[in-house]
Structures are given as C-alpha cells and as structure tokens.
C-alpha cells in the first residue's frame, strides 16, 4: 500500500491543472504537454484553425510545452496576435518561395496597404500577373505540403554565422546590436527565418491568401480579423502607398532601412545628424504645404484647413507648426479643436456596450459648429466653445473670435476629413491633411514595425505623463480606439489633400527608455501582460537616445515633454 501510495505521489507531482477559457473547463495533464495536444484532447470546436494561444497572458507558439499550472486561451485570425502570427507565417512561406525563385535576389516586406503586404524583390521593377501566378502556386505547394514551422533558441554566434552562410545581412546587423547571448531562429523546411512574435504551427495553418501585382512588386492580401473569411480587397490606397514609398526609399538614401544599420550610426556617435536630418526633412514638407495653402489662400478664397490623422498621429503639433511656416507667408492662423464641440456628456452617444463613445461623428455638436464656422467665414465675432473634459460639460472662451482678411482657421481632429463635418463650408474654400505615424525603419527585410505599435507607444507615454494613465490602462482601451479609427478616421484618408508622416527614424530610439518601466509596471495578472512582453521584447532590439538634441518644436516633444507649443 506505502509503494502504491508513493507511486501516486510520484505521478501527481508530474501533473498540473490547467484552465482552458476558450471552454471554461479545468483540465489536469502530464507536465511537457504542448499547446497543441492540449487542444487536441480539450476537442475545442472553432471554425477557424487556432493559430497561437495566450498562456498566463504571454502568446506562445503552439509547440510550447506547459511546464506549470496555467490560464490558456487559444486564439484564431480574429484576434489582434492571431491575426499577426498569420501573416508572419506567409511572409516567411514568401521568403521560402522567393528564394528558390530568385535565389540570388532579396526579398523584401517594404510596409502594409491596407489590409495587405507590399512586398518587392532585389532586381526586378515589375511584376506580371503570370508571375505572381506562378507565386501564389509556389507558395500553395508549400502549404498543401504542411511543413512543420519550429522556433528554437540557440547562441547567437551561431545564429549568424547561418545567416551569414544564406547572405542574411539584415539579419545579421540586428543580431551583433542587439548584444543577446542566445537568439531564436523559425525554420520550415529547410528554410531558416527570424521574426518577432509567435507563427502558427504548420504550413497548413494558411488556408487562404492571394498575390497580385502592385506599383513595382506584388501584396500579399490575406483574411481579415473582421472578414476572416474573405481575402481582403484590393488596396486602393494610391496617396497613401506614396507616402510609404517615398519615405522607406529616403531612409535607404540615408543608410538606415533597418533598425540594425540604424543601431549601427548610434553607437557611432551619429544619433544627432540623424536627428537633425529628420527634423529637417518635417520642416520641408510643413514649408511645402504652407506654400501651397497661401497660394489657395491668395487664388481661391481658402480659409478651413482640417487636419485629421488617428491617435497620436501628432495632430496637434503637426498644426501647430503649419501655422509657424503660415506666419512666415504674411498669414494668420487660427487654431480650434473639434474636441471642444463635443456635446455634454449627458448627450454623448453610447456603444453596444453602454459606455460613452467618443468616436462617432454624433459625439459632435455639428450644428453649432457649422453655424460657428459659417459665421466666421462671413467675418463676423464668434463665441467659441471650450470642453472640460474633467466636468463633461461645454464652457466658453474668454474672448470671441473673428478671422481676418489674412486669417486661415486651421482645425485639428479625427473627423475632420469626414464631408459629414463640414457641409456648409465649400470645397474650394477646405484644404484637407491627414497626418499620421508611417514608420519607415524596418526591423529586418522581411519583419516590418507595426505603426500601431509606434503610436501605442506614443499614447502611453504621453498619457501617463500627462493624465497619469497607466500603461496598462492605455492598452486596455487601445482596441476600443482601433476599432474607432477603423470605423470613422481610415475610410476618409485618401480624401485628403496631403498626407503627413509624422514618424521619424529615430524615435523607437528615444521612446525607449520612457515607454519601458511604464510596461515593466503591468503585472502578469493583468490581460494587457501579453502586448507589454511583446512590446519589451520588440524594444530590446533598439540602442536607446537621449532626448538632448531633440528641438522642442518636434513632435516627438508631443510625447516626451519639452515642448515649446502650449
């Protein structure tokens, strides 16, 4: 009975109990289980494959092995990891086509369009649509052929001496800078990979995708985690992708495509040309645009300019100095906000949860906007209100307002490219920007930076700083505020007139050390665990800068403090 005793004893030990939320059921294994057999023998039903699972709020792979008792939850394309761990998987099955297509050419993801990948490859201007044909049935093959997709740690000297063997020089920049003894490696086939977040488990696990022919290379579209069973349409995004292309080819003019050459000019001593340059190229473009507003000012009566962009886009001091270079042309600008024509927080709408949705368009007092601006445009004097947004009620500027002969208004916020807004002010007399944060620095050839990331990053430094959020409470609310960009601020970005990138090359660099004891802060209880760890591990691959010579008229002092707008 005693040998039977500690037998059982010597079993238990080797168990441990897991909770399984996506069935609300506890289930006891044998320690080393994977998150797959996991899955296998809870027999979750789901119409969509499980591509990674959130374990103790951390994502992992599905080859992960549970070693303690755990809260796992296993995700699909619907949720924002899922969705992420999808698309990295067909980028490295592209990577594998690409090279045995064009084994002596990169390849490169360059940024998103819309809801699909731009991709190029080293040497070739244009793609047909017999060749992308012929990378789509590539990539098929690869994926009907399920290969098993693996991540293992290994030492870093021998991480690069691979890459090196395969000509992987980006890689290899971001490995020597990094400064990690140990590194992970993807490998599917005989394909070997380096990417930023878990990848499902198998080639299989991609059961559907496209690529067609775009600018000079082709995009990759796959479901969407709103439609994730139809391929996401066509982009048509023409200002846009211009946008992103004139910034990624400038950054390589400038020798810094990824962040490894980037790290590289840091621990040289260069953080401050570097930094000198990208404010000068902002101040360029403000110049440009300033220019273009006088002479609509001058030729066709222009006095509305709308600014708009999502969160942390740098709306505020994007207008702010618009209207620095306005001054230069002789002219006078005016700055409002259509924050301050919310309507009392009685009168806010509600979402499908009850809470106040600030987002939507029915969240402004529209007639009284229109009727302000139509009556400044006539010259006449305007009260102009102000929202407290601590007592949730409208109050009132100390002194009216009234534009002069040489005045231009420059109103900033979400809905301001919305036609909905404005409907009283003629087109002729509108000059539309959106601004937004179109990070141009690449991780690595194949790995792009999210520009989500970078305005999260931007929020919840700012917002912590400047309305004690915590860093965890900025996450929590960050998909409520995708979901508004989504819905009211993206549909209109092509309506503008200009678009402004607000990002510069440097400032992952510089956000850095602000954004890291904020994510250190989350405990692992917490849901919003998950995004801080991937967002910690995203940063440790940056040498950090200081904020010493950045001018307090960038808008990167938006963010960090310092700046010399109030």
Known sequence: MYIYLLEYLKYMEKIIRI?????????????????????????????????????????????????TPAKVEFIDITSAAGFRAYQRTLIFIMQAVVSKLFPSQRFYVRHSIGNSLYCEVEGKDSFSEAECRALYGAAQSIVSASLPVTREKVPTDEAVAEFESRGMGDKIDLLTTREKLYSSVERMGDEVGYFFGALAPSTAYIESFDVRPYHNGFYLSTPTRTSPDTIAAAPNLNKMFRIFDTYSRWVNILGVPTVGKLNQRIRQGDAGELIQIAEAVHEKLLSRMADDIAEAHRSRGLRLILVSGPSSSGKTTTSKRLGVQLRVLGLHPVLISTDDYFVNREDTPRDENGEYDFEVLEAIDLARLNKDLGELMEGKSVEIPRFDFVTGQRQWHDKPLKLEENSVLIMEGIHALNPRLTPSIPVEAKFRIYASCLTSVAMDNTSRIHTTDNRLLRRMIRDNATRGTSAADTIARWESV???????????????DVMFNSSLLYEIAVLKPFAEPLLREIPDSRPEYAVAQGLLKFLENFVAISTDEIPPTSVLREFVGGSSFK
Do not use: W
């Not at 994977?34 to 792979?61: C, D, F, T």
């Not at 995708?482 to 993206?490: L, P, S, T, V």
């Open 19 to 67: 909770h399984c939320t996506n069935c609300d059921q506890v289930i006891d294994v044998a320690m080393g289980t994977s998150l797959l057999e996991l899955s296998q023998r809870l027999g979750l039903n789901n119409p969509r494959p499980y591509l990674a699972a959130i374990v103790n709020h951390r994502v992992k792979e599905l080859d992960y092995r549970v070693y």
């Open 482 to 496: 995708r979901r508004g960009e989504e819905r009211h601020i993206f549909p209109y970005q092509e309506e503008a």
